[in-house]
């Protein structure tokens, strides 16, 4: 069965760090393409980070440029989004989304990914 699980999410202050993982099993990660997404309260979800199959590269909303990266351990079949000096505006759930043809350029779109997680809480508050 094929599947995406995320942990990680939770409470944390403003400034803090927050490591989200992404487990899949089924299928190996290997070849895919990296996206997350988040979705606040009230809004429609939105593209944060994304790391690229084909060279590791990582392409970042402005929100987030600096801040979050986006790594992958094909041992523990695992994709990571570790998020430094969290703002309230980060708080939403957070999505890990795996496709095999993500193009550089239409990596924030929904429709490019096959396979999406269930998703996990990041609250920022003090």
């Known amino acids: 069965q094929v599947q995406l699980v995320e942990s990680g999410g939770g409470l944390v202050q403003p400034g803090g760090s927050l490591t989200l993982s992404c487990t899949a099993s089924?299928?190996?990660?290997?070849?895919?393409?990296i996206g997350w997404f988040r979705q606040a309260p009230g809004k429609e979800r939105e593209g944060v980070s994304f790391?690229?199959?084909?060279?590791?590269?990582?392409y970042d909303s402005d929100d987030v440029k600096g801040r979050f990266t986006v790594s992958k351990d094909n041992a523990k079949n695992t994709a990571y989004l570790q998020m430094n000096s969290l703002k309230p505006e980060d708080t939403a759930v957070y999505y890990c989304?795996?496709?095999?043809?993500?193009?550089?350029?239409?990596?924030?779109?929904?429709?490019?990914?096959?396979?999406w997680g269930q998703g996990t809480q990041v609250t920022v508050s003090s």
């Open positions: 989304a795996v496709g095999t043809w993500v193009g550089n350029r239409r990596w924030f779109l929904i429709n490019e990914y096959d396979f």
């Open positions: 089924g299928f190996s990660l290997d070849h895919y393409a």
């Open positions: 790391r690229s199959s084909v060279d590791g590269s990582q």
